[in-house]
């Protein structure tokens, strides 16, 4: 009998089949939630949530995935959506002829021309040392030309960006369909990425996080400040849909078949995930993760298995900052939070499981429930409160419940994460590890 099926019959009577209980009563629980917000919100209301929310999930598994399955703790998933939102509106916005139609477009490719030689020729500085230069003195020509040809090329890209905003407004899109920009972001966040971690990866994971929380915000910092490429502040909306929009389906039909397009999205690539995580490449990168020394010592390539894993993460990350923007039909620099698209989506992978797609997609589902309806829920309470106080005491309630409300929803993200990091620190759905007999 050959080893791959010895080890196969192992691997069935290491892990006996069993009846899912645990995920059949919390997928049970949500289901319930859903249909309750559906009953008090409306069909509108909660097929957008339920859009958002898949949105949320496809953010989510590109963090369990880093986070999960490599160890990797990102804090910075906000500069990742940010670049796939940016591509969306770029590769859909309608084409803008003030801007093409004119000069500026060979003007600005010759900027772009001088800045990619600029790149080049300091990278080149940085290799002198190969043809017998000095270390320090590669060093010293290196700093001295990237200076003085920085202040060169943002000179000159500075006059014809100045020039593109007054005359154009912005350079506009290239009227694509919505979801080439999908791809496109995601390839973008991946490339990015890749850059990323050949300077982080190589760093301890609290670094790691500190250098990507930094990293994210200059990427926003960029988009905000570009206004020639991103209309900056003043915002690019509407943005299509890659589906038949609410003017023509109606609010309900056209949100329930945007959700269609995200479910199958998710289901596509919790499917590769999943034979991912259990083909040889996947038991890799969690022995890299559980013990690198170990897996370093049988030979195995840690900063490549490291980087693939980082790339992919970011790749999804900007797939579903792309179908977000998409379906929130507007681009907005200052609309992308740490709060929003960091911090929540780990509250996700936290409460759902670490490398665990099923209970991340759970996750996601929960907590961004529990996110959107907390607000109206304490508005509630804070109404009924109000009224009782008022009635039975004359106290005079506050003018301002609807902030506090607001408000209310990162005291109730806060409590929750509390819970489950103290009773269920690996997860409602903890990823399942097999032990062989």
């Not at 010293?140 to 030309?145: E, S």
């Not at 050949?198 to 250098?211: E, N, P, Q, V």
């Not at 915002?235 to 589906?243: A, F, G, K, N, Q």
């Amino acid at each position: 009998m050959s080893t791959q099926s010895t080890e196969r019959r192992e691997d069935i009577v290491a892990t006996p089949s069993r009846f899912p209980l645990r995920e059949v009563i919390l997928f049970g629980a949500l289901l319930a939630a859903v249909l309750g917000v559906y009953a008090v919100m409306g069909t509108a209301y909660s097929t957008r949530m339920l859009v958002e929310a898949a949105c949320y999930a496809i953010l989510a598994l590109g963090l369990t995935i880093q986070w999960g399955y490599a160890g990797q703790f990102n804090a910075g998933v906000m500069g990742f959506v940010a670049l796939g939102s940016f591509a969306t509106m770029f590769f859909s916005v309608p084409v803008n002829d003030a801007f093409w139609g004119t000069e500026l477009p060979g003007e600005l490719g010759l900027a772009l021309l001088y800045v990619a030689a600029a790149i080049l020729i300091v990278y080149g500085a940085t290799k002198l040392d190969r043809i017998g230069v000095p270390k320090k003195l590669r060093t010293l020509i290196a700093i001295v030309l990237a200076v003085v040809l920085y202040l060169v090329v943002i000179s000159m890209l500075r006059g014809v960006t100045a020039e593109i905003e007054s005359r154009a407004g912005f350079i506009g899109g290239l009227g694509l369909p919505a979801w080439s920009g999908w791809i496109v972001g995601g390839a973008l966040a991946g490339v990015i990425g890749y850059f990323i971690g050949h300077i982080c990866l190589g760093l301890r994971s609290d670094y790691l996080a500190i250098a990507t929380l930094g990293i994210a915000e200059i990427i926003k910092a960029f988009l905000k400040n570009s206004d020639w490429l991103t209309r900056g502040t003043a915002t690019v909306s509407p943005l299509p849909w890659p589906t038949p929009g609410p003017s023509e389906l109606g609010f309900t039909l056209a949100r329930a078949l945007y959700l269609s397009v995200t479910a199958v999205m998710i289901a596509v690539i919790f499917f590769l995930l999943h034979r991912a995580y259990h083909a040889p490449w996947g038991r890799m990168i969690r022995a890299i993760r559980d013990n690198e020394i170990s897996a370093a010592a049988m030979g195995k390539d840690i900063n490549r298995r490291r980087l693939e894993i980082f790339v992919l993460g970011c790749i999804l990350m900007g797939i579903g900052g792309g179908a977000l923007a998409s379906f929130n039909s507007i681009f907005d620099p200052n609309g992308f939070l740490p709060l929003n698209h960091t911090f929540l989506v780990l509250v996700m992978v936290i409460l759902g499981g670490p490398g665990n797609n099923l209970g991340t997609i759970f996750g996601a589902v929960a907590v961004y429930i529990i996110w959107l309806m907390s607000e109206p829920l304490a508005l509630f309470v804070m109404h009924g409160a109000a009224a009782i106080g008022e009635g039975w005491f004359g106290w005079e309630p506050p003018g301002n419940l609807d902030s506090r409300a607001l408000q209310a929803r990162v005291f109730v993200i806060g409590l929750l994460i509390t819970l489950v990091l103290r009773f269920a620190p690996q997860g409602l759905l903890p990823e399942k590890v097999k032990h062989h007999g």
